[in-house]
């Protein structure tokens, strides 16, 4: 980027941030091409040790803080998109349809597999 023979970028916002893209790059492309799921993860072992009340409590603590979490992304993102633009950068909003269309007939490929299952899960979000 220093070598400015890239002037733009793709990341998410907080990253495009937190990096400071915004000091070279002037154009930011927010196409959302993935999405870093966050898990939380336990052992078999650990997990059965638990009580069910235990276990019940956990699984809606992750499931009330994933809802939470997501809507802070939001409101962040939105945030650091302004300041990102106080920094002269132009902001680009590709129209996701027209990546999901180019993708439809490979998906219709996976249709009736468990990936196939999952694509159309995840279409859905």
């Given at each position: 980027l220093q070598s400015k023979m890239v002037d733009g970028a793709e990341n998410n916002a907080p990253s495009f941030y937190t990096n400071r893209h915004y000091e070279i790059c002037k154009n930011l492309?927010?196409?959302e091409h993935t999405r870093v799921p966050d898990?939380?993860?336990?052992?078999?072992?650990?997990?059965?040790?638990?009580s069910p009340d235990v276990r019940r409590w956990l699984k809606e603590s992750?499931?009330?803080?994933?809802?939470?979490q997501r809507k802070l992304w939001v409101e962040e993102t939105e945030r650091l998109i302004d300041l990102i633009r106080k920094e002269g950068v132009e902001i680009h909003r590709p129209d996701q349809r027209l990546f999901a269309e180019g993708v439809r007939e490979m998906h219709e490929g996976y249709s009736g597999t468990p990936l196939g299952d999952l694509l159309k899960k995840l279409s859905e979000y």
């Open positions: 492309s927010l196409n898990l939380l993860l336990a052992s078999d072992s650990v997990w059965q040790s638990l992750a499931d009330e803080s994933a809802v939470f």
